[in-house]
């Protein structure tokens, strides 16, 4: 359960990163299209939009990711106590 945990926590990171990228990709898409009409998104470049939405995306993957990896690690010294205990 503590190493599907772990594995599950990076996987998160790695989608949650993903996910910004195709998020920011899409905002810049739609920035492109929308910015022959509105001309104060043409302030924005394209690589501050992915950079933003990657970092923010990445960063709360980080988090839950810490997370979950803290709790797997938590819980396999968790089940070697129990295990110890049981032997006494």
Same mark, same amino acid.
């Given at each position: 359960? +503590?190493?599907? /945990?772990?594995l599950l926590g990076?996987?998160?990171?790695?989608?949650?990163? +993903?996910?910004?990228?195709?998020? +920011?990709?899409?905002?810049?898409?739609?920035?492109n299209n929308a910015?022959?009409?509105?001309?104060?998104? #043409?302030?924005? /470049?394209? #690589?501050?939009?992915?950079?933003?939405?990657?970092?923010?995306?990445?960063?709360? +993957?980080?988090?839950?990711?810490?997370?979950?990896?803290?709790?797997?690690?938590?819980?396999?010294?968790?089940?070697?106590?129990?295990?110890?205990? =049981? =032997?006494?």
């Amino acid at each position: 359960m +503590g190493v599907i /945990s772990i594995l599950l926590g990076i996987i998160t990171f790695i989608g949650m990163t +993903g996910g910004g990228a195709v998020l +920011g990709n899409m905002v810049v898409n739609w920035k492109n299209n929308a910015g022959e009409h509105l001309l104060f998104l #043409n302030n924005f /470049s394209n #690589n501050n939009i992915m950079i933003g939405f990657i970092a923010v995306f990445g960063v709360i +993957g980080l988090l839950i990711m810490v997370s979950l990896v803290m709790q797997g690690i938590t819980y396999n010294k968790v089940v070697k106590i129990q295990k110890r205990v =049981r =032997r006494l």
